[in-house]
C-alpha cells in the first residue's frame, strides 16, 4: 500500500543548499558596543554585619557556651526531654478534655 499523503507532490524531494539568508528581511545591524552580561551584585545589610561579626567572635560564643551548661548544670535549660514531656502532657489534657 502506498500513501502519497494531502498534497500533490509525492515521492522524495533533494534537499538543495541554500546561498545566502533564508529569510529575506533580515537586517544584520551594525557592530556597535557588544552585549555584556549582567553582573551580580550581594549588599550585606549593617545587621547582618553584626551577626557574622558576633558569631565569629569567640569570646561571645564561649561565654554563650558557659551559660547554656551552666542552665543545663542547674536544670533551668529547656531540653528535648524536658520539651517531649510538655508536649506529652499538653496532648493528654487535650484528649482528656474531648
Same mark, same amino acid.
Given at each position: 500500500?502506498?500513501v502519497?499523503?494531502t498534497?500533490?507532490? &509525492?515521492g522524495?524531494?533533494?534537499i538543495? @543548499?541554500q ?5 529575506t528581511?533580515? @537586517?544584520?545591524?551594525p557592530? &556597535? ?8 551584585e550581594l549588599e550585606?545589610s549593617?545587621a547582618?554585619?553584626?551577626?557574622d561579626?558576633?558569631?565569629?567572635n ?5 561565654e554563650r ?6 542552665a ?15 508536649? &506529652? ?5 487535650? !484528649?482528656d !478534655?474531648?
Amino acid at each position: 500500500m502506498d500513501v502519497n499523503g494531502t498534497s500533490s507532490i &509525492s515521492g522524495s524531494l533533494p534537499i538543495s @543548499k541554500q546561498i545566502g539568508p533564508s529569510n529575506t528581511n533580515f @537586517k544584520q545591524t551594525p557592530a &556597535s558596543k557588544p552585549i555584556s552580561s549582567p553582573q551580580d551584585e550581594l549588599e550585606i545589610s549593617s545587621a547582618g554585619r553584626m551577626l557574622d561579626e558576633m558569631t565569629n567572635n569567640s569570646d561571645m560564643r564561649a561565654e554563650r557556651l558557659a551559660q547554656i551548661k551552666a542552665a543545663i548544670d542547674d536544670g533551668t535549660y529547656d531540653t528535648d526531654e524536658k520539651l517531649d514531656a510538655a508536649l &506529652s502532657r499538653l496532648l493528654d489534657q487535650i !484528649s482528656d !478534655s474531648e
